[in-house]
């Protein structure tokens, strides 16, 4: 499998993130905010200067991740078009990136998840997606209709278009308190049509800590993911910060410093974990307790 890392819980900097991302041993750079700019507010030349700085430093961009229907359920047919020219123009950007993905939502719920719903409201909003473009992945999210692999199959059932996969995120169902062990039955349940994983490990509903402190047991899952033939990206999504929790209203709209802020010195320890826990035997790993910033430097 093939390791990435959201690029703002490193760094704003898409150079600095790209530099770190390399030297730790890492793949590639998963796509949101740049410069403080939200991924659905770069400018052409902004995306072209992320995907420059992602090939000169060795690397793949693994994925582009707007908010697309991240939002409440559309009530007028104002709202519908406003979500599906989101995903369209996310389409657009995501092949000026090279990416090979546009993560989407199923709206925010209200009271319990009610995906069904969800998949004719987002029925309408597809309609008119250019097809055969960009993969739509759509995420197992804490606060939207489909928080657990069960919730995302009955969308995707529901919904009918086989174009789209399943980006797995187990730390957010852990987090909803919709599915406090998604490992191993929620994974079994959806793995077939997994294209996408992000990693972060949650304390209960209380926060995120330090990838292996937390509840997911995540050495074994990416152990089954190999042993599954997962070839895919596996992608560090940190949201743990040293000396600070980040607000629900920080993980809604996860771009800008306010939300960066601290993530360097607890992604690049995460990274070396993950790292750690993917490496196969005789498989080189940046040496445990090297400083994350003289890697940075090159020294």
Not at 21 to 29: I, K, P, S, V, Y
Not at 137 to 162: I, K, Q
Not at 219 to 247: C, F, K, M, N, Q
Request: charged share 30%; glycine share 10%; aromatic share 6%.
């Amino acid at each position: 499998m093939r390791l990435a890392i959201i690029n703002d819980e490193l760094s704003q900097d898409i150079e600095e993130a790209a530099a770190v991302t390399a030297r730790l041993g890492f793949d590639g750079l998963e796509i949101r905010s740049s410069d403080g700019v939200p991924p659905h507010r770069m400018d052409d030349a902004a995306l072209l200067a992320v995907r420059d700085a992602v090939t000169r430093h060795g690397l793949r961009v693994a994925g582009f991740d707007p908010p697309a229907l991240k939002c409440e359920l559309p009530r007028t047919a104002a709202e519908t078009d406003a979500a599906r020219d989101l995903v369209v123009d996310s389409v657009r950007r995501a092949e000026l990136l090279g990416a090979p993905f546009v993560r989407v939502f199923t709206f925010y719920r209200q009271g319990d998840p009610d995906p069904r719903r969800a998949a004719a409201a987002a029925r309408e909003v597809l309609d008119g997606v250019p097809a055969g473009r960009v993969p739509l992945l759509v995420e197992t999210g804490m606060r939207t209709n489909s928080p657990t692999m069960r919730h995302t199959l009955e969308f995707l059932d529901a919904l009918g278009d086989d174009r789209l996969g399943v980006l797995w995120d187990p730390g957010n169902s852990v987090f909803s308190g919709w599915d406090p062990a998604p490992f191993p039955q929620d994974y079994a349940l959806g793995r077939e049509r997994i294209r996408h994983v992000h990693v972060k490990d949650p304390d209960g509903q209380r926060a995120y800590v330090r990838l292996g402190d937390g509840d997911l047991p995540w050495p074994a899952i990416l152990a089954r993911l190999a042993e599954d033939g997962y070839r895919d990206w596996v992608s560090l999504e940190t949201h743990w910060r040293v000396g600070r929790v980040l607000t629900q209203a920080q993980r809604d709209e996860p771009w800008g410093e306010d939300f960066t802020a601290g993530g360097f010195e607890a992604s690049t320890a995460c990274m070396r974990l993950l790292r750690e826990m993917t490496r196969g035997p005789g498989g080189d790993a940046v040496p445990a307790g090297t400083d994350a910033h003289t890697v940075e430097a090159g020294a």
